[in-house]
């Protein structure tokens, strides 16, 4: 078609069609020896067609006689009388869809010029289409015509596996958060005494710690999304289940609630694998710092709307509520979640080519190298490094409302509230911090002196905060402090969390599930160490472990982590 093939070969003009379709031509039409070509018709409101052919040479010299590429100038498009049809932009602009409807345009003059040492076309070529019909239309060219994606088509896929896991990791910590307020009037109707309340809550932490690297074997061999699908369904189910289990007798809620930390545990190492698979590396401090500002933020809101709940509804209805919405993020994570962009159907070829940066998508592993894994330093500064780390972080998050009340002299009330701003102060400071060490690599900056720049801030600044508790006069200066820690801290998730990605991608899981473990263990130890030093002691005595744990973590992970690949 010699008008279709100068339209399309220079993506002149688009069009919407009276159904709201916006129509594409497609980039290039072929012509064959002694092929006939014409112009696509058209149809009106009232059914007629018009039909005009060309000589099959206009074609030939259209698309490949010229020597230079043929420009198209419009001047103007008129109003069809009979649909409400416009011109919108540039062809290249449009979506993929194949539009089958066949759409027309009133135009009112065009000129065509051809730079050619053969050739000089002008407005001849169109004109002669009026006068073979008396009119000024011009058709569209029939063909592959394609229609615009909504936005939310078009947002990056990866970015979607982001804001899924996101949503896990706030459902995880409101359903574990849940319980420390619920516990209080539980209690009362079980007649429960300190012992057995310490008790069952302690049980979370039996499940949790079996399954991190359980948890990172699963997800480094299955892959991300089954593992974390798979933790979110059973501590859903878990934290429905708990009021039939407390009402059955205490056995039955030590049990859940160690199911449900199964769970959970496996949560950050199947997050940790996909996101390995998913996000670039110059995404990925800003991505993990989003997804785990989720946990925060997860606290918060279990710590905001339990009270409201169990005043209106009973305790029981905090497990309900809170469970119930794991069924919806599933159906979500089922429907738009993949473990790898090369099991995304629909993923681009940009994308994908900017997720793997020219390598190609490696298959999960089938065999876990642990005598390769345990040997490299930098994996053992992960170790240390998140044991030093989480002992004060465990602390703060722990002990701070018998810190309000017994030290700045708070109320129940006043301690639950502020115990809320230091995880809206890692809430916020996390994504800073993603946002810094992203740019410093985008800048040129390596990885390892990123991560160890944002691993010294989280590990220097809570230990600078923390000491100066002992200096302030104010409760207002106090939980400033606090707060300052906690905010400095959050900088961590850029440092050792995005440090398993660098050093051994494929085992990204396995990696957060070992370093994870001895977390788990320092929150455990720790809690119980600051019992028994304040048994013996003061809270200045508390903070100083915590500190010298912190000096220790900042010259390991300076002198033996790297942000370069060791594990292939």
Not at 13 to 21: D, L, P, T
Not at 69 to 87: A, D, K, L, M
Not at 467 to 472: E, F, M, N, R
Request: aromatic share 12%; with cysteine; charged share 15%.
């Amino acid at each position: 078609m010699a008008i279709g093939s100068l339209i399309s070969s220079r993506n002149f003009g688009s069009f919407i069609g009276s159904a709201g379709k916006v129509c594409q031509t497609e980039q290039s039409i072929s012509y064959g020896k002694g092929e006939r070509s014409g112009i696509a018709t058209a149809t009106f409101a009232h059914r007629s067609i018009f039909y005009q052919k060309f000589h099959s040479r206009m074609a030939i010299a259209f698309t490949s006689r010229f020597s230079c590429s043929p420009s198209i100038q419009q001047r103007s498009v008129g109003r069809c009388e009979c649909f409400s049809c416009y011109s919108v932009g540039n062809w290249s602009q449009l979506s993929r869809r194949q539009c089958l409807h066949i759409e027309y345009v009133k135009v009112n003059r065009m000129r065509a010029y051809y730079k050619s040492e053969e050739y000089d076309i002008t407005e001849a070529a169109v004109d002669s289409l009026k006068s073979a019909e008396g009119s000024a239309e011009a058709v569209l060219v029939e063909g592959n015509l394609q229609e615009t994606s909504p936005w939310w088509q078009q947002f990056p896929k990866r970015w979607v596996i982001v804001l899924l896991c996101f949503m896990a990791f706030l459902l995880c910590n409101m359903d574990r958060v849940n319980m420390s307020i619920a516990i209080l009037p539980m209690s009362q109707e079980f007649n429960w005494n300190s012992a057995t309340v310490g008790l069952i809550q302690s049980s979370f932490f039996w499940g949790y710690l079996m399954t991190q690297i359980i948890g990172g074997i699963w997800a480094d061999k299955l892959g991300g999304k089954l593992v974390l699908g798979f933790g979110v369904v059973w501590w859903s189910a878990a934290t429905i289940l708990t009021p039939i289990a407390a009402r059955l007798g205490l056995p039955f809620l030590l049990m859940m609630r160690a199911f449900m930390g199964i769970g959970e545990g496996v949560a950050m190492p199947a997050m940790n694998n996909i996101l390995s698979k998913w996000i670039p590396v110059s995404e990925r401090s800003r991505s993990l710092a989003l997804v785990y500002s989720g946990m925060y933020l997860g606290s918060v809101t279990g710590l905001a709307f339990s009270p409201i709940l169990i005043h209106k509804f009973g305790w029981p209805s905090v497990f309900y509520a809170f469970g119930s919405l794991g069924s919806i993020w599933f159906a979500l994570w089922l429907r738009k979640a993949y473990s790898s962009p090369k099991d995304d159907p629909d993923l681009c070829a940009e994308e994908k080519k900017l997720i793997l940066g020219g390598s190609t998508a490696k298959e999960p592993v089938s065999v876990i190298p642990w005598k390769l894994i345990l040997s490299k330093a930098p994996v053992w500064a992960l170790i240390v490094s998140h044991f030093c780390h989480n002992w004060g972080t465990f602390i703060l998050l722990t002990w701070m409302p018998t810190y309000y009340n017994q030290v700045l002299k708070f109320n129940l009330t006043e301690s639950g509230l502020f115990c809320v701003l230091p995880w809206l102060t890692m809430a916020v400071f996390a994504n800073i911090g993603g946002w810094i060490a992203d740019t410093l690599v985008s800048k040129g900056l390596s990885i390892t002196a990123v991560r160890k720049i944002m691993q010294s801030i989280g590990f220097l600044g809570p230990a600078f905060f923390l000491t100066q508790l002992s200096h302030v006069r104010t409760p207002a200066m106090a939980v400033l402090c606090m707060a300052c820690s906690q905010g400095s801290d959050a900088f961590s998730q850029s440092g050792l969390y995005s440090n398993h990605q660098d050093i051994g991608p494929r085992y990204a899981g396995v990696l957060l599930g070992l370093s994870n473990t001895a977390g788990v263990l320092a929150g455990v130890f720790g809690t119980a160490a600051t019992g028994y030093i304040l048994q013996r002691g003061s809270w200045d005595d508390v903070f100083k472990v915590a500190v010298v744990l912190y000096i220790i973590g900042t010259l390991v992970w300076n002198i033996f982590s790297t942000g370069e690949k060791i594990l292939d």
